[in-house]
């Protein structure tokens, strides 16, 4: 498929349409959000749990931030550690897969089994007990340690595809032109795998958002800045949900929700785009 | 006698948001009890169509823009799905398609895929009427009956063929419309299949076979009556051994001597070669659909529709032949 | 005795073992001890029905598959033993090159046209510029009959299946391999465009000299292009012959009865 064909194919799928609008949105109220609206969610001057209020949009929380500076803040440090984690998993299993795959033999055992054990860790549990080994955690420390556990399926993925396209006869052909086997991986085999991938990191990066939500809500996840899980913590440890600052925890689910729902809307209307026998009719 | 099939002046076309496909442009056929006729073309002229909507097996996006299709004087193409399912298809017209592992149930034993067929038709049969049934036929044809208990992938692709083609026919269709039905088979398991065709028609278990192939030689053992298909429309229909041998439309003529069989006959007679491709059916040429690859052509040809013209018992349609203009 | 000169290519005894199955391991045996040679100038056709071994023997003489046992020798040289640094091997894809048989899946989707050509660009003379190189692609293009400015800078989906089988022979002949390997290289086109296909292989020995190893399941065309023609049935050659000969009084059974059971055009079967 060409390009101008793949773009009005994506156009014309509504998932597709509706999940890249909303995170498109998202992204940039949290990109555009902070310049419009400079007040420091960080400020604790102002008076506590005050509901919204011209001077305050989102109210204030129970230690007297600015709400919508939070989220603002929340909504792009969440999207760094998904992106993050994103690339570091996307980066370890595309190589653990495609060298499995390509090297075969003991090499192609010993990452599988590798990769087995990951796959079968208690991922969640592990992130917590690394996650207390250390002090203070930054969030780049958290997306890098959401990273290095959710990569293995990716791998198993990955070197089943290889493994797959690599007996197709355009890779003979390259073969019988003397490319070597680096070569033919970066040009032959990862660009038939581009919308894969792609549907991958939008997986990827759903899921880390969601599971630093979810460290962060039982307090380990990180220990400065904002972000969106920071701000369920703080929901949870000052029971705002049952004070009734409703301000302050609505905004926040829709807005972790928005997120991820629409990053797995876009990656089933990928999967439906590429992959012709998931169409209706 | 009317013919047992009828083709009336169809076209069908592929409608999708991407665009029409022409398949099938001004086809009118006709199909005598006791014939088999082979359609033969190159991939991409419409055959298969053709065998959809000879049984109007026509759901969307392929439609039947115009014309008729009549069994035995009715139209087909008036009656809605669940009537051609439960009176016509399996009962009067049966279809062999080319891939059968896609036809066959993998997760039911040949038996039980033989009872649900037969039940959408009689469903008064009890399950034991409807396996000796399968049994006596299977015996009749000479296929192992031990293949009941089998699941398909169990069954050699030979053996497939020959027990999707015993199933087609079990209801003693008048007609059974094979589409490619040894193209993926080796050739003496092709033989082994044609041979049970044969049968078929032999015993009078079926009145008339369609044959559809891209396979002169194969038509040529086993049709009385042969069609040439090119882009989306027939080109020339006669006798078998005529055409083959003085084929009077270019086309025809082109492609019976591209056929390669180790004979000497054909080895003498050198390798003819056509220039150029087939028409994109997404967008057919004005005129005669030859014209372009056609040595011969004028541009006359190149403007008009050659109209049927008759020659002994044949049909040929090119202005060379004397086919006018509407 | 006399000392006869080596052939282009000598197969010898040559086996092929795939062990599948992870828990109950089952040995299939593709090939087993097949023996040949290809001549200068000469097509030597090798004819087989699906799973007989063709391929495999195939894809181990183009260096794409290792062998169980046994030896190719191209100009006296073990393929597989004696090729063991990097301009070796490139020496090797200059000498041998090849033609698969489905002119859809020879082209990664994702590349114009114009890439297989310059992925050979490394076995063509360093001292070369790009001028020359693309100056030899042209030639190649036409050599095969198709007009270089209509077939490059497209994409693959944009030419035909026959012009795709042509654009991998003028691949394969840009660098003027001594052996070309044609895998059912006209298989998949329609008989209307095998023609065009077979006259240029044809064209290509008699005025090249190349040879060609042209892998078959179908004896018609074999026996129109072939020099010599070699059965195999179920990994081993059975029968070799002149194609005229081969045809005519065939000895072994599995030949015989292949040769009984192809539908052709003037003779029609008396047991139907």
Known sequence: MRFPRIVSELLANKKFVTGISVFLAVLIIGAVGPLLYPVDPEDMSFPSSMPPCPEHPLGTDYVGRDVLAQLLRGILSSLYVGFLAGVVALAIGVLVGAVAAMRGGVVDEGLMAFTNAVLLMPTTLVLILIAALFKTRSIELVALLIGITSWPWLARVVRGEFLSLKERDFVYMSLLAGDRWLSISLFDLLPNMATYIAMSFAELVAGAILQEAGISFIGLGPTEGVTLGRIFFWIQTNNAVIRGLWWWWLPTTVVIVAIAASLVLVSISLDEVFNPRLRGG | ?326 | MVELPEPLLRVENLSKVFVVGLFTRRRIDAVKGVSFTIGRREIVSLVGESGSGKTTTAKIILRLEKPTSGRVLFEGRDVWRDLRSREDILWYRRSVQGVMQDPYGAFNPFYRVDRVFKQMFKLLPKDMDDEERWGLVEKALIEVGLNPRYVLGKYPHELSGGERQRVMIARALLVEPKLLIADEPVSMLDATLRSGILKLLMKLRDERGLSILFITHDMGLAYYVSDRILVMYRGELVEEGHPDELIESPRHPYTKRLISDIPLLYRKWSDI
């Open chain 2, 1 to 326: 006698m009317p013919p047992l099939l009828k083709l009336d002046d169809v076209y069908a076309q592929y409608i999708t948001r991407y665009g029409t496909v022409y398949a099938v442009n001004g086809v009118s056929l006709e199909i005598g009890e006791g014939e088999i006729l082979g359609i033969v073309g190159e991939s991409g002229c419409g055959k298969s169509t053709l065998a959809r909507v000879m049984m109007m097996n026509v759901k969307p996006p392929l439609h039947l823009v115009r014309g008729r299709v009549l069994l035995q004087g009715v139209e087909l193409n008036r009656l809605p799905r669940d009537r051609l399912k439960r009176e016509v298809w399996g009962k009067q017209v049966s279809l062999v398609p080319q891939s059968v592992m896609n036809a066959l149930n993998p997760t039911m034993r040949v038996r039980d895929i033989i009872r649900d067929f037969v039940k959408v038709h009689n469903p008064e049969l009890d399950d034991d009427e409807v396996y000796s049934m399968a049994r006596d036929r299977f015996e009749e044809l000479g296929l192992d009956i031990r293949a009941l208990d089998l699941y398909p992938f169990e069954l050699s692709g030979g053996m497939r063929q020959r027990v999707a083609i015993a199933i087609a026919t079990l209801l003693n269709p008048k007609l059974l419309i094979a589409d490619e039905p040894t193209s993926a088979l080796d050739v003496s398991t092709q033989k082994v299949v044609l041979k049970l065709l044969k049968r078929l028609w032999n015993e009078g278990i079926v009145k008339s076979i369609v044959f559809i192939t891209h396979d002169i030689a194969v038509v040529r053992q086993i049709a009385t009556r042969i069609a040439v298909m090119y882009a989306g429309k027939i080109v020339e229909v006669g006798p078998l051994e005529e055409v083959i041998f003085k084929p009077l439309h270019p086309y025809t003529e082109l492609l019976i001597s591209s056929i390669l069989t180790p004979e000497p006959e054909v080895k003498k007679r050198g390798l003819v070669e056509i220039r150029g491709a087939p028409p994109d059916l997404r967008t057919p040429p004005r005129g005669c659909p030859f014209a372009e690859r056609c040595p011969y052509a004028t541009d006359r040809c190149r403007r008009e529709e050659p109209r049927p013209v008759v020659i002994g018992s044949r049909l040929i349609y090119c202005h060379l032949r004397g086919g006018g203009a509407a």
